[in-house]
């Protein structure tokens, strides 16, 4: 029987003071830089394929408490629980336990579009192996 997997996003706010580019410099994983057209947002991303798992940070003031936005997406619940909470530990950015209720909607549009990129790089993956 083939068990189909299924794609899992976690996605925390936070704070930080220092900038983003600082922060994730503080942290094991291997950040890249990307530059969105037509969006300010700082952004950092990178793919695990240990995990697998893909690792956003973007730092753009959602909310006057909250200017980053943390997304971990793998197969697993707690590969994302573990992961994201190794990066608040190595980073210093201060992270909620709950999205306020303001920001759950639009948030949920993202999740979709970081899903696909997820996809992308485990496709890729497998391809290589």
Do not use: H, W
Request: glycine share 4%; with cysteine.
């Amino acid at each position: 029987m083939n068990q189909e997997k299924v794609v899992r996003t976690l996605m925390r706010l936070g704070a930080s003071s220092l900038s983003l580019e600082e922060a994730v410099q503080n942290s094991t994983e291997r950040f890249e830089g990307l530059r969105i057209m037509n969006v300010s947002a700082a952004k950092y991303i990178t793919f695990n394929p240990r995990g697998p798992y893909l690792l956003s940070v973007s730092g753009r003031q959602l909310t006057p408490k909250y200017n980053v936005l943390i997304t971990c997406t793998s197969y697993s619940d707690e590969i994302n629980r573990i992961t994201v909470e190794q990066l608040e530990k190595e980073t210093g950015i201060r992270l909620t336990t709950e999205t306020p209720k303001s920001l759950r909607e639009p948030l949920k549009l993202a999740v979709r579009g970081i899903d696909a990129v997820f996809l992308y790089f485990e496709r890729r993956r497998l391809e290589r192996n």
